[in-house]
């Protein structure tokens, strides 16, 4: 029987409160000082791990400090920093252009403004999400591979395109837990609810969860 509105609204309440439970400080794992830094990281992070952005973006940090520094670049000397991040011609692309549109259209700065940032170059829902989310303290739903799974797993949503997804979730889950619940779900998905092998007998959700033990 289909779970109504209603009963997955106080669902996700106990899911909300056992993941904060467990993941007090769950965060954003890129390393960044600013809206700027954390944009560069978030284009650098397509397909390819947080890890390996944290390894690469302390040299460009300390080469490129403004909108005007990224807008400047030359191309073949970024690439060569971002290489081992892959895909990294289109990347530095994308980033040379959102330099010269940040400084173009929004006086260097990063927009505090989920439209605008849609509009700016290698920026999707998901990358606005996290800026909204992690730069600004707005609220915002980030849906990564991690939380494609967990909100399957978790019987949020059937859906597997992140657009619908986070439209399903925006009315389960309280506007101001958003971010949080976000960070956690990256956080239980990279350390309990893996995508080879969940480990449902260790699971701080495991009571709310339709699928536990079935895979
Ligand atoms: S019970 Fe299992 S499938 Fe459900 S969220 Fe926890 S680890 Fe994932």
Redesign the pocket.
Known sequence: MKESLSKRKARGGRVLRALRRAYPDAHCELTHTNPLELTIGCILSAQCTDKRVNQVTPALFAKYRTAADWAAAKPAELEAGIHSTGFFRNKARNIIALGQQLVERFGGNVPNDFDALVTLPGIGRKTANVIMVSAFGQPGIVVDTHMIR?AN??GFTRQRDPVKIEFELQPILPRPQWGHFSHAIVFHGRR??TARK???AD?C??RW?P??DQ?
């Open positions: 967990l797993r978790l309990c609810c969940p480990q449902c699971c959700v495991r969860c699928t536990r895979w």
